[in-house]
């Protein structure tokens, strides 16, 4: 019975492993973004992000029509030159990385909506960027696992100044400047994943992979390298979860998967060991003498 | 005399022998574009038409814009499919202060019924076409009398072409061995043209195609398609193609291209016209159930 309901779906439907490998890989690549996302208190970040990608989109449609990979392309090349700009603005001058980028998304978005109605369409585009994750094909497997990939070698070179500069930016400029470009190249990872998410789960959801995790790991530890592992699991749990979810209930997957992770936060935030309610309420013997 | 009064009028139409300016032609305004195709080939250069939704545009979703109510404020008259498609305009006639009669071209069509509602798609039959071309023309004779000769010519030539038509589509679906005429779509519009001319089109069970599909859905579209034997799917109102192409993989049924039902194409496109939008159909039909 239970074999039933968790395991057949997967051997039954080739779409099922499809999707399951897509959300792992996925996972992979948004669980670490969404921890140093946190870490830095850029949480809503991906959110502006997500805007800031149509326009490039829009260019791709007016270049090629509704072709998937140049409108993919041109929401990367879109979101990176945000992300760049936003990014220069903020170092270089007094105002604040949640303000400038705020600027650019929608100066960015106001772009692409005039780009979009000249055209004159009524295609949305962002629903024709947003794919599902029930319809992985082999492109799209292969570019969501390349992404995934590539976000997790980057971030390993990274690593180190993106660590400190999360808890402490001053003693890193004093001894290194690696700061800026590491953030940089950590806003672009943002993009990467985004686009990436966006094929899979579609819409905002693909923030919600990135961000919910992380909230969920926050509250089971204080270490960095362990915060990120749990991230993942827990992207992968909620994916697993999630898809089974969707073929037992006709919940839409995307969703699905996004109310499984929130569920795990609930949780997590209830009876999490690193500053949870109940926790707090009742704290452990330990600390008596 | 009923023979003559045509004749007459048609001469009369010719005597002025500068046709009509376009600041004279009456202005007819239709609500999508397949009834602008019917009016212009009744109309001819005799009327100039204006189609509130265009080419490749839904009709169902639609929002008027201000441009459209200046039109609608400028029509002579007004050509609506009715059968609950067009539930914006009343309120559109109301703020273009427009006084124009609305004609309604399914008048006579029995409407299937879809649920409590009438399903509107009732163009995709090509015998209901012949009743829409009628509704305009007497319509547009009314409209402007001084040219119901020339209506009246246009028309009999047209409906001449809708006959061949409708013989040249039942022609192509008697090549398709009657066991194979079954598609899997969830295009709810063209209940008229299975009924007309003996297609299924069998909808996956419980599947909306206005919200994400579920994993169960899918999944139950691939059993269905493997258990009946399903030559083709046509599921391009998915929205994403990769997910039709999935579950063509999975059960090793064809794709279909794509249908037009509510929409004309473009003018460089494959469906400018009815008559090649029920071609293309009909092509696409038989491309992927034909051995």
Redesign the interface.
């Known amino acids: 019975m239970i074999r039933q309901a968790l395991i057949d779906p997967f051997s039954d439907f080739e779409f099922m492993r499809r999707a399951l490998a897509a959300v792992i890989a996925l996972s992979l690549g948004s669980g670490p973004i969404g921890v140093f996302l946190m870490l830095r208190r850029m949480s809503l970040v991906g959110d502006a992000m997500a805007h800031a990608i149509l326009p490039g989109a829009a260019i791709g449609f007016l270049l090629s029509g509704l072709n998937l990979f140049a409108m993919t392309t041109g929401g990367l090349i879109a979101g990176f030159a945000v992300a760049l700009l936003s990014g220069l603005v903020s170092r270089s001058t007094g105002l604040k990385e949640d303000a400038s980028l705020a600027t650019f998304y929608l100066a960015s978005l106001a772009i692409g909506v005039t780009i979009v109605s000249v055209k004159g369409t009524n295609i949305d585009l962002l629903h024709v960027l947003f794919g599902n994750i029930l319809a992985m094909d082999d492109p799209t497997l292969l570019m969501v696992a390349g992404n995934a990939t590539i976000t997790l070698l980057v971030l390993a070179v990274i690593y180190r100044p993106l660590v400190i500069e999360s808890v402490d930016p001053l003693f890193l400029r004093t001894v290194s400047r690696a700061g800026a470009p590491a953030h940089l190249i950590f806003l672009g990872l943002i993009v990467v994943n985004l686009v990436n998410g966006f094929q899979a789960l579609g819409t905002l959801l693909a923030v919600g992979l990135m961000i919910l995790p992380a909230g969920i790991a926050r509250f089971w530890s204080r270490d960095v390298t362990p915060m990120i592992c749990i991230a993942v699991a827990s992207a992968i749990v909620s994916g697993y979860i999630g898809l089974v979810l969707s073929f037992q209930t006709r919940i839409p997957s995307g969703p699905a998967i996004i109310l499984v992770a929130s569920l795990l936060y609930l949780g997590s935030v209830l009876f999490g060991r690193v500053g949870g309610v109940l926790p707090q309420l009742f704290p452990g013997r330990h600390l008596e003498a | 005399m009923k023979r003559l009064l045509p004749a007459l009028s048609l001469f009369l139409a010719l005597l002025p022998s500068v046709p009509a300016s376009a600041q004279t032609r009456p202005n007819v305004v239709t609500s999508f574009s397949i009834l602008a195709d019917f009016a212009r080939r009744v109309g001819g250069d005799r009327i100039s038409v204006t189609s509130l939704v265009g080419p490749?545009?839904?009709a169902h979703v639609y929002t008027p814009t201000p441009h459209d109510a200046k039109d609608v404020g400028a029509a002579r008259l007004l050509i609506v499919n009715g059968l609950g498609l067009e539930g914006w305009l009343p309120r559109l006639q109301q703020a273009s202060g427009s006084k124009a009669p609305i004609i309604v071209a399914t008048q006579g069509i029995t409407p299937r019924k879809r649920g409590a509602d009438a399903d509107p798609h009732a163009w995709q039959s090509v015998g209901n076409a012949r009743v829409y071309v009628r509704n305009i023309l007497d319509a547009l004779v009314a409209a402007d009398p001084a040219d119901a000769a020339v209506f009246q010519a246009n028309a009999e030539r047209y409906l001449a072409e809708l006959d061949a038509l409708d013989q040249e589509v039942r022609a192509e679906i008697g090549k398709i061995p009657p066991e194979r005429r079954k598609v899997i779509s969830t295009h709810d519009a063209f209940g008229y043209f299975a009924d007309a001319y003996g297609i299924q089109f069998i909808a996956p069970l419980?599947v909306s195609t206005e919200?994400?599909?579920?994993?169960?859905?899918?999944?139950e579209i691939?059993v269905q398609v493997r258990k009946d034997k399903i030559p083709a799917v046509f599921l391009e109102n998915f929205?994403?193609d990769?997910?039709v192409?999935?579950?063509a993989?999975?059960t090793g049924a064809k794709i279909g291209g794509t249908l037009y039902s509510d929409a004309l194409s473009e003018e460089n496109g494959p469906a400018p016209t009815y008559i090649a939008m029920v071609r293309h159909n009909i092509r696409a039909l038989t491309s992927a159930l034909g051995r």
Do not use: C, H, M, Q
Request: zero cysteines; hydrophobic letters at 30%.
């Open positions: 490749d545009s839904d419980g919200t994400e599909p579920s994993a169960r859905d899918v999944a691939i929205n994403d990769r997910l192409g999935r579950i993989a999975e």
